[in-house]
C-alpha cells in the first residue's frame, strides 16, 4: 500500500499541475513577472520545506496523538462522540486554530519575519502555496503538536485534514479566475483566489486581513474579512521588496534576517 506522505506527493503534484495550466489559460490578475523562474524558486523552497518537516514532524505530531491518546486527553475525546461526529469535528476545529495560528504569524515578530518570506512572492499563484520558508514550518510544529492535544485528533482526521489544506492552499492561492457568482458563492463557504489574493496585497490593511485557510466563515467571526477589493488593484508582496531577481533561493531563506521586513499587524 502506498505511503501517506506518497499519496500525498501525488495528489499535491496533479493539483499543481492542474492548477497551473488553468491559471495560465484563465489568470485572474495579469501575472507582472517570469512564471517559469518563479515556480523554480518556490519548487526549490518547498522541496527544502518539505524535507525539513518530514524529518521532525513524526517526533513531534505524530508523537503528540499518541501520547494524547494513551492519557485520555483533548475536547473530542472528552464530549465521547461517535466516530462519525467526532471525525468532521476534529476537520473543523483544527482548521479553526489554524486560523489562530495564521493569525500569530501576522502579529508575532519572529513568527512574522519567517512568514513575510511567503509574502515577499511578487505574483500569486498555485505555486506560491509551496513557498514557506523552512524555518515557518518547524516552528509551526511545536503549534500543530498543540493543536491536536487540545482537540484530541485522533490519526485518520489528521491525516484527511493535511490533504485538504495541501489541495485547497494551492487552490486558494491560485491566480484561477472562477466566474464571479461561482467564486463570490464559493467565499461563503471556502477560501477562494479572489479572498485569497486580496492577502497578498502590499497594503498593511488588506495583508493583515483573510486569514482562512480552508473555511471562510473564521474571517467572518473575528471580522477581518475584506472582500470589497478589485483583483487589479491588487500590489502584490511585500512593501521593500520590487527586484524579481532579488527573490532566488538564497535571498528568500535570508527575508527573515533582513532589517527591513516590515512591521506585522
Do not use: C, K
Request: aromatic content about 10%; glycine content about 6%; proline content about 6%.
Amino acid at each position: 500500500m502506498p505511503s501517506r506522505l506518497a499519496i500525498r506527493f501525488a495528489v499535491g503534484a496533479a493539483t499543481l499541475i492542474a492548477l497551473t495550466v488553468l491559471e495560465r489559460r484563465f489568470p485572474l490578475r495579469r501575472p507582472r513577472h517570469r512564471a517559469n523562474r518563479r515556480l523554480v524558486v518556490n519548487l526549490a523552497l518547498g522541496a527544502i520545506g518539505f524535507a525539513g518537516v518530514t524529518a521532525a514532524y513524526g517526533v513531534v505530531v505524530l508523537a503528540a496523538v499518541d501520547w494524547s491518546a494513551d492519557r485520555g486527553l483533548g475536547l473530542v475525546r472528552w464530549l465521547t462522540l461517535p466516530g462519525w461526529v467526532a471525525a468532521p469535528l476534529i476537520v473543523i476545529l483544527l482548521d479553526y486554530t489554524l486560523w489562530i495560528w495564521h493569525w500569530l504569524n501576522h502579529r508575532v515578530g519572529l513568527l512574522w519575519r519567517f512568514h513575510a518570506a511567503h509574502h515577499a512572492d511578487l505574483d500569486l499563484d498555485a505555486s506560491t502555496a509551496l513557498r514557506f520558508h523552512p524555518g515557518e514550518l518547524l516552528l509551526s510544529l511545536p503549534f500543530r503538536a498543540v493543536q491536536v492535544v487540545v482537540i484530541g485528533a485522533t490519526l485518520w482526521p489528521l491525516f484527511i485534514w493535511e490533504g485538504l489544506i495541501f489541495v485547497f492552499t494551492q487552490f486558494h492561492h491560485s491566480n484561477l479566475r472562477l466566474p464571479e457568482r461561482a467564486d463570490r458563492a464559493l467565499s461563503q463557504m471556502i477560501i477562494t483566489p479572489r479572498l485569497h489574493g486580496i492577502h497578498h496585497s502590499r497594503r498593511p490593511a488588506e495583508m493583515h486581513a483573510n486569514f482562512g485557510t480552508l473555511l471562510s466563515v473564521w474571517d467572518r467571526l473575528h471580522r477581518v474579512r475584506v472582500t470589497d477589493v478589485a483583483q487589479d488593484s491588487i500590489d502584490i508582496g511585500l512593501p521593500h521588496q520590487a527586484d524579481p531577481h532579488a527573490l532566488g533561493v538564497s535571498a528568500s531563506l535570508a527575508v527573515p534576517f533582513h532589517r527591513s521586513v516590515p512591521p506585522r499587524a
